[in-house]
């Protein structure tokens, strides 16, 4: 446990639109401080079958983390596919996922 001294952007995506009448996305980025734990074998079977690889497990504060889809972190975009709340509420644990190749 590093006690929050690493660093991830939440990205939220919203659609406006554009002058041709089109729905374009928007991105909001927003730095949070993230402490970083193992994932979990099981984690890893989930995410398997769906096609994800995990690659992250990230705890940052609840009020930090408002339903984004997208997290950048250590220079890779990811997926959130699995949020769990901790600490009497305090906090969240997001399983960040990478989508795996279809090579065939």
């Known amino acids: ?3 929050f001294s690493e660093t991830a952007v939440l990205v939220h995506v919203t659609y406006a639109e554009g002058k041709n009448g089109r729905q374009l996305p928007e991105s909001t980025r927003k730095r949070v401080f993230v402490n970083p734990f193992s994932v979990s074998a099981a984690s890893f079977n989930v ?3 769906e096609g994800m690889r995990p690659r ?6 609840a009020c ?3 339903g984004e889809e997208t997290i950048e972190y250590r220079g890779e975009a990811l997926a959130i596919t699995d949020v769990s709340r901790g600490g009497r509420g ?3 644990r997001l399983t960040c996922s990478q989508k795996v ?4």
């Open 90 to 92: 305090e906090f969240v």
């Open 64 to 66: 930090d983390y408002h």
């Open 101 to 104: 190749a279809d090579d065939g």
């Open 47 to 49: 995410a398997d079958a």
């Open 1 to 3: 446990m590093s006690g």
């Open 56 to 61: 992250h497990l990230l705890q940052m504060r």
